[in-house]
């Protein structure tokens, strides 16, 4: 969940006035040995619950009556399950899996996506101390080989499969799953599997043997297991513990006390097989007694109207989102007055993660803020990843700026320690990982012999004379390589740099390549967008958009405005080649949550790249001349 911070504008004579929020300035002890520099906290974290759902039980004692989630119906209305509601069923789901022998070895799999059922089986599991895991829908209905869900399967061989819809998965689950693996589903059949209702685990009460279950876990016990995104290589499984989930929340809580002072109230629509929607943003929800509206929208051309819909009826007193949510949501705050006043009603903080927020889209958001409310709403980001439940970094140090990942959250110890010419971050802490499940050595080689997990990501402080200024980001280690000449090329500010100047039009790039003589990329387009800009028929084809006048002519200015910030050869592109035929998700050249794989795009484009290289590809655009 790597994050870029860039601030609207430098330091003013009259700073912008911000809406008052509980935001933590923790200060930092630094140390320094051979080389390694290593950062805390001196806030220390708090004494933690040992389970998540001491907090639900606790809630549904003094709050009962409050919503804890909710969901459109199909007519509409919302359906609201409250926190005392939630916890009879959770009990009774409890109950009713512990009869089916479940275990880390044979654990409960989740393939659809969010959903109120959703929640609760996956919380009745954590009840029972039974692991469970939430897969991506993507990898059964986008899939066209099933590969990443069959690895899925293969890792953890589920005792028990949910589904919403049997229907819908059902080509999924006959190519997968043995026929031996029970099913559990709202609506549907898949012949000739075993399969039981989800209203059959709500039929019974949960009595004194769910709760001895419960009473039995502990803060070792494992909660979940949560895939990563398989960005570098494929999936693995994060083993996460209750403690993790209880510490990365009291760290939330602690760098933004307003959660406490206020229960949150979050809509929300980030997939929950992933941290940040699953771990970060229902934990906030849950951890402090506040109210979840299950958004089934998404920031895309199609279904934006959805979440309109819900933040036109429910304001929120947070938004966390990614960077292409606030890119849609910027757009219709300019255009709708009835959306202002009930998304800023009680509107606190704002938040991104998982990539970089562009200059204008942060500018519009404040310009927006300050013309409704008279002042500015606070954009929060940090540094988290699936191994740390997520968070280690928040931007609560006094710098703004692009790749400014803040300082360690209370509880998180940070090591940078050399590696290839740059500094790998690594992080210690009661939220880091034990170890990836049935991979021994791969578990081995991502921790250090003082115990701290290396993330792979290159951070450097904001100011090498100043630690208590906090870190940046500084790119993904393993993506950097060297021209022929023996320059070194930092990959990942140079994307980021792209893709935050290249918005709107950009929506992702590979930059090649190894051991050549220069730079080029492989650009994908926001085709929807370069669409409105190509002006063409409705029907006329990605590559005819894509070659169109406008926006090859945008494409080209774009490629010059980036080169003008070159320093040399390792930060200046000779060429860009827009690519339509998209990233493919099957080949691993994308991720379900939108993040490229670099090395298997150039793999699979190996053929593409080698005529770029040779002028043999006609859709080039070329760079100028250098100044």
Not at 220 to 227: P, T, W, Y
Not at 543 to 554: E, K, M
Request: glycine share 8%; aromatic share 8%; charged share 20%.
């Amino acid at each position: 969940m790597s994050s870029e911070f860039r601030a609207p504008s430098p330091p003013a004579a009259n700073p912008p006035r911000y809406r008052q929020v509980s935001i933590g300035r923790p200060a930092v002890a630094v140390s320094e040995e051979q080389g390694v520099l290593h950062m805390r906290s001196l806030e220390p974290l708090a004494p933690l619950p040992d389970r998540l759902l001491d907090r639900l039980v606790h809630w549904a004692r003094v709050r009962p009556e409050q919503t804890f989630i909710a969901a459109r119906e199909a007519g509409g209305d919302w359906r609201r399950v409250s926190y005392a509601q939630m916890l009879d069923s959770v009990r009774a789901i409890a109950q009713g899996l512990l009869s089916y022998g479940l275990s880390a070895d044979k654990p409960l799999a989740l393939l659809s996506g969010n959903d109120i059922e959703h929640l609760q089986l996956a919380l009745g599991a954590m009840y029972a101390g039974i692991p469970y895991c939430p897969v991506s829908p993507a990898y059964s209905l986008l899939s066209q080989d099933f590969a990443k869900l069959r690895h899925v399967c293969d890792l953890l061989q589920p005792g028990l499969v949910f589904v919403s819809d049997a229907g819908a998965y059902q080509r999924a689950i006959d190519a997968v799953l043995p026929p031996e693996t029970p099913l559990i589903s709202v609506r549907g059949q898949v012949p000739g599997r075993r399969q039981a209702s989800f209203a059959s685990l709500l039929a019974e009460p949960g009595g004194a043997e769910a709760d001895a279950a419960f009473a039995a876990t502990g803060p070792d016990s494992i909660a979940k297991f949560l895939f990563t995104s398989g960005s570098t290589k494929l999936p693995k499984a994060v083993i996460t513990t209750q403690r993790m989930l209880c510490a990365n929340q009291q760290m939330l809580l602690q760098t933004f006390p307003v959660f406490g002072e206020e229960p949150p109230v979050l809509v929300d629509w980030l997939p929950w097989n992933h941290t940040f929607g699953g771990s970060h943003n229902v934990g906030i929800v849950l951890y402090n007694g506040g109210s979840f509206y299950l958004d089934d929208g998404k920031p895309t051309a199609q279904g934006f109207a959805e979440t309109l819909r819900n933040l036109k009826e429910v304001s929120p007193t947070a938004y966390l989102t990614v960077p292409k949510g606030w890119e849609e949501l910027v757009n219709a705050l300019e255009q709708d007055g009835e959306l202002r006043e009930c998304f800023f009603k009680r509107m606190s903080l704002f938040f991104f993660a998982a990539a970089g927020l562009s200059q204008s889209v942060w500018d519009r958001l404040d310009r927006v803020a300050e013309q409704h409310c008279g002042e500015r709403i606070r954009m929060m980001a940090g540094l988290g990843m699936t191994e740390a439940s997520p968070s280690c970094t928040f931007t609560t140090g006094p710098l703004s700026m692009a790749g400014y990942i803040g300082l360690p959250a209370p509880g998180c110890e940070v090591r940078l320690v050399p590696v290839d010419g740059k500094l790998e971050g690594r992080f210690r802490g009661p939220h880091i990982m034990p170890g990836y499940w049935r991979a021994a050595q791969q578990t081995a080689e991502v921790f250090d012999a003082q115990g701290f997990y290396c993330s792979g990501d290159a951070l450097k402080l904001a100011d090498a004379h100043d630690p208590q200024l906090g870190l940046m980001f500084d790119g993904r280690i393993a993506e950097d390589f060297k021209l022929s000449s023996g320059v070194f090329v930092s990959v990942g500010p140079l994307r980021n740099r792209a893709v935050l100047e290249g918005s709107p039009y950009v929506q992702d790039l590979v930059v090649a390549a190894p051991d050549r003589e220069c730079l080029g990329a492989l650009v994908f387009p926001r085709l929807y967008e370069c669409r409105r800009l190509a002006g063409l028929a409705a029907d006329a084809s990605d590559a005819q958009v894509l070659t169109s006048a406008p926006v090859r002519q945008w494409f080209g200015d774009w490629l010059q405005r980036l080169n003008r910030e070159a320093s040399g050869n390792a930060s200046r592109l000779e060429w860009i080649a827009l690519q339509v035929e998209p990233a493919s998700i099957d080949r691993g050249e994308i991720t379900d949550k939108g993040s490229i794989n670099q090395r298997a795009v150039l793999q699979w484009r190996a053929e593409q790249v080698e005529a770029l290289y040779r002028g043999l590809e006609p859709s080039i655009l070329r760079a100028g001349p250098k100044p």
